[in-house]
């Protein structure tokens, strides 16, 4: 079953991971696992954190969106014992470079509320997007 808007963005902020898809010029499609945090406007945040080991400061994620704003955010349920309750959420979103600073602190705040890791900051920036549009499925209804 295709799900509407509301019922793909209600799914979208019930939830606060998933799977950041940018596009490596070489490479094609990168996804990485993230957290996240959705604005009622329609933006996401995802934090670059500095607690975990990098290879470097700067994350392909970041250098794939100043080449290509476009990326995707990929949220799904999954219960492996009962296939009925399946269901995925896709947000086709564009980098924004340089977010204003309320929508940054909304979506910090956010953060903190629902990711306990990021009550106190743990990171350098948000990597900021809006959402162009949603689509979703799910094995039935909510």
Do not use: I
């Not at 696992?33 to 996401?44: L, N």
């Not at 920036?125 to 799910?138: E, F, K, M, P, Y």
């Amino acid at each position: 079953m295709r799900l509407d808007a509301d019922e793909a963005r209600a799914r979208l902020g019930a939830h606060v991971h998933g799977v950041l898809c940018t596009l490596h010029p070489q490479r094609g499609p990168d996804p990485v696992p993230v957290v996240y945090a959705v604005t009622d406007d329609g933006h996401v945040g995802v934090p670059v954190d500095r607690v975990k080991p990098k290879a470097s400061s700067r994350l392909q994620r970041e250098t794939n969106l100043d080449q290509d704003p476009r990326a995707a955010l990929l949220v799904e349920g999954w219960d492996a014992e009962d296939w009925s309750r399946l269901w995925w959420v896709r947000a086709q979103l564009e980098h924004v470079p340089d977010p204003p600073a309320p929508l940054v602190d909304d979506l910090v705040a956010r953060l903190a509320r629902t990711v306990p890791q990021d009550a106190d900051r743990p990171f350098d920036h948000l990597l900021v997007c809006r959402v162009v549009s949603l689509t979703g499925w799910a094995a039935r209804d909510a």
